[in-house]
């Protein structure tokens, strides 16, 4: 099980922390990855990072803006998100993947969290 969670309301130009722990199994040899879904949008990917602790892949929207980090011994992936928009509005989601690379597809990915909401005024 994935649990999701430091979303929250914060004022644009802000920052937000998100984490991704996983119980009851590791995820240390899965890629991660976060995706993201806005009210009346399709899912998008938003950033993975594989087993290693390589960011393998930023969507252009939040690239200088959001970095992902993994915590092995916490069993947690965390995403920062700063410089926040109104636009990255959205229920965050993050989810494991079938092997050590993932990629931005969401088929890729096999066991997924509850989602956060992550709002972002104006």
């Known amino acids: 099980q994935l649990q999701a969670s430091g979303g929250g309301l914060v004022q644009a130009g802000g920052s937000l922390r998100l984490s991704c722990v996983a119980s009851g199994r590791t995820f240390s040899n899965s890629a991660v990855g976060w995706f993201r879904q806005a009210p009346g949008k399709e899912r998008e990917s938003v950033i993975v990072i594989n087993w290693k602790g390589i960011t393998t892949y930023t969507a252009d929207s939040v690239k200088g803006r959001f970095t992902i980090s993994r915590d092995i011994a916490k069993n947690t992936v965390y995403l920062q998100m700063n410089s926040l928009k109104p636009e990255d509005t959205a229920l965050y989601y993050c989810?494991?993947?079938?092997?050590?690379?993932?990629?931005?597809?969401?088929?890729?990915?096999?066991?997924w969290g509850q989602g956060t909401q992550v709002t972002v005024s104006s």
């Open positions: 989810a494991s993947a079938r092997g050590p690379y993932g990629s931005s597809s969401a088929l890729e990915y096999i066991y």
